[in-house]
């Protein structure tokens, strides 16, 4: 008999379904009302407060639902289609957890979860302006009714399993039983899921013509936390990419990739020009539209994850799915059309442009950069579909377009985050800029000096090498240029405050954090910037070596050498699992030992690679274990034993940075 859990998660997203419908149709008819006048049998006031009640039970509906899917995996109860597809008994406790956003009903849940925790923070905080919160609640509620409609009729979580209930579960995705993958999805989603508050607000005070600038202040800390929560998922995306799918790089340019990293640039733009908004009330249009972009990409990013128009290895399963977000993102695009075009007047700027050397125009120039990357990654994700359309064949843009495109563009932003915090607002003058200037070029060239004269010749090198060693040329120099930058309006500014209180120069710096925590922050994530680049970078002196090795082989990459000890095996109740032994020297001096793997998962019948990384700071050795070898015999090996024992080693990886670029074919794995 099955467990009462699903038909109480059942219920609890009916009943959510249900709240969120009434608190959109109370909630607008209330504003309605109290917009025009009318005079009710229940106040306004009254039954706006009921609408953001019944927000509120929506949030609990839906965290019952959650709970009762997640009860349902800890008990193995595989009456639920999506358990016994997702979760298995031998399954480790914290993968079980996972398995609520594994599958496309599961994060689906998730996705509804957070939007009404989200709003339901949003409720909670009504007191701050009462009226723009109740619009922003409104437009949640219309967000929720979408996702919630989908979990009670097209994508159910408690569907139950036809037929015969099965003893044991088919397993999570080999790929996905990863520490981080506890971590990554979630924090994807915080940073997907949290755009539709600024998105709400933005939209919200569109259609009141609310008044100044206020509704900017109220929603910054909303899209700085998501749009960190966006990044930390994306950058832990990335590490998983390169510590489990064993292709030696981190990003592909895969259609899912691309998805997470669009709205990324167009929430960036937005944090960069909300400040001219702010200070000169400029770029109110612009700001309005970018947001609605970075809210618009996330519902879009989602079509591409599950409709199948592109192919993806991230990708969940095709469906008829696909076709409820294509309607809902035409509905979001006419709605934000409409009431742009009705309230414009609205939204003209108070101030020109007053001069291009000035902080106003570099922002100006990040944001085209970005907006520029932004239209070339999704044109290059869409150009199958478009090229299907237009010749009948899909063509597919592979990482050699991407990396000719988005290089250039990324050498460019990270020029223009360290000349933006050196020029002034209004106008720069010319001794200003000599002042401030000196250093940073001084740095560039300097440093393109150094690593010249330290053997990076990019001209020397091979044809093949020639574009990526010249890339990190410039990108280190133009790196040791930002880094100057950024080093020296910390220190003109400690400086300052030293000698006005007395401090030593760290505690001035640390007051002038306090002081000013928004512009030396940004200077920190500049500084993040760079580091990041500085990784890119390093991708261009990847190596690369492959061998078949028996017991005492070894295989000499860089400065290391693998010796290979042994082979073993072991086995739990969740898989198999082949070991290589090898010995990590440099010269004459054993650094470690690495263990990569090879695991055969029971119960999905599959199997996946345990990539093994020896970390410092200015490189990684990448190994590979391929596993087994049926074809190579072990008789030229004295003392073998005779059951097949030589096995390939493959791919020995010897990374001068922890990243690795290119494009690989690879297995699948979790979606977005």
């Not at 609310?210 to 109220?218: D, H, L, N």
Request: hydrophobic content about 50%.
């Amino acid at each position: 008999m099955p467990h009462p859990m699903p038909q109480f998660g059942s219920f609890a997203l009916l009943l959510a379904l249900c709240l969120s419908a009434y608190t959109f149709l109370a909630g607008a008819f209330a504003l309605v009302a109290m917009q025009r006048g009318l005079q009710l049998r229940v106040s306004a006031e009254r039954l706006a407060e009921t609408a953001r009640r019944a927000g509120l039970g929506s949030f609990i509906a839906v965290l019952c639902a959650a709970i009762a899917l997640i009860w349902a995996a800890f008990t193995n109860d595989f009456s639920v289609e999506y358990i016994r597809e997702h979760s298995n008994i031998a399954l480790h406790p914290a993968y079980k957890f996972s398995a609520l956003w594994s599958g496309q009903e599961g994060s689906l849940l998730l996705w509804s979860f957070l939007t009404t925790g989200y709003a339901f923070v949003l409720r909670l905080r009504h007191r701050t302006d009462v009226r723009l919160f109740a619009y922003a609640s409104v437009i949640l509620a219309a967000i929720q009714i979408f996702f919630l409609a989908l979990l009670n009729f097209a994508a159910e979580p408690f569907s139950l399993t036809r037929g015969v209930i099965p003893a044991d579960g088919n397993g999570l995705n080999p790929l996905l039983q990863y520490p981080e993958m506890v971590i990554h999805p979630p924090m994807l989603y915080l940073g997907y899921v949290g755009f539709s508050v600024p998105f709400a607000f933005a939209l919200g005070a569109l259609m009141m013509k609310y008044p100044g600038e206020k509704w900017i202040r109220i929603t910054r800390r909303w899209t700085l936390v998501t749009w960190l929560f966006l990044t930390v998922g994306i950058s832990l995306g990335m590490h998983w990419a390169y510590a489990v799918l064993g292709w030696g790089g981190y990003w592909g340019w895969d259609p899912v990739e691309n998805a997470s990293f669009l709205p990324w640039l167009t929430a960036t733009a937005f944090l960069h020009s909300v400040m001219m908004q702010e200070k000169r009330g400029m770029m109110k249009k612009w700001n309005v539209w970018l947001i609605f972009l970075t809210f618009m990409l996330t519902i879009l990013g989602t079509l591409l994850t599950r409709s199948g128009i592109v192919s993806s290895v991230h990708a969940f399963a095709q469906s008829s799915i696909g076709d409820w977000f294509t309607t809902f993102l035409c509905i979001i695009f006419a709605v934000c059309l409409f009431t742009f075009f009705k309230q414009s007047a609205h939204l003209k700027s108070e101030h020109k442009l007053e001069a291009v050397v000035s902080r106003e125009s570099s922002f100006l120039f990040n944001n085209l950069v970005l907006l520029v990357a932004c239209f070339t990654v999704l044109f290059g994700t869409l150009f199958p579909v478009l090229s299907e359309y237009v010749q009948g064949s899909k063509v597919t843009m592979g990482a050699p377009f991407f990396n000719r495109v988005a290089v250039p563009i990324g050498l460019f932003l990270l020029l223009l985050t360290g000349v933006g915090p050196l020029l002034a607002w209004r106008a720069t003058s010319l001794r200003s800029i000599r002042r401030n200037f000196v250093l940073p070029c001084a740095a560039i060239l300097g440093s393109a000096a150094i690593l010249m004269l330290s053997g990076l010749h990019p001209w020397s090198a091979s044809s093949e090498d020639l574009e990526g060693q010249l890339y990190a040329l410039v990108c280190f120099s133009i790196g040791a240029g930002v880094f100057t930058a950024i080093l020296a309006e910390f220190l003109r500014g400690a400086h300052v405050v030293a000698t006005q209180t007395g401090k030593n120069l760290v505690a001035s710096g640390w007051t002038l954090m306090m002081r000013n925590n928004r512009r030396y922050g940004g200077y920190l994530v500049h500084f993040g910037i760079v580091v990041l680049f500085a990784g890119l970078a390093g991708a261009a002196f990847n190596q690369s070596k492959e061998l078949e090795m028996g017991f005492g082989d070894s295989l000499t990459i860089g400065n290391y050498k693998l010796v290979c000890l042994s082979y073993t095996q072991d086995s739990n109740a969740n898989y198999d699992t082949d070991f290589a032994l090898l010995d990590v020297y440099r010269g004459n001096k054993k650094l470690t030992q690495m263990t990569p793997e090879k695991r055969f998962y029971t119960a999905s019948q599959t199997s996946s690679t345990i990539v093994a990384i020896h970390s410092t700071v200015l490189r990684d050795l990448y190994v590979i274990f391929l596993g087994r070898n049926p074809e190579t015999e072990p008789s030229h090996h004295q003392g073998l034993p005779e059951s097949p024992r030589l096995l390939d080693l493959g791919r020995c990886r010897h990374r001068l940075r922890r990243n690795g670029t290119g494009s690989s074919s690879r297995p699948p794995s979790h979606a977005q």
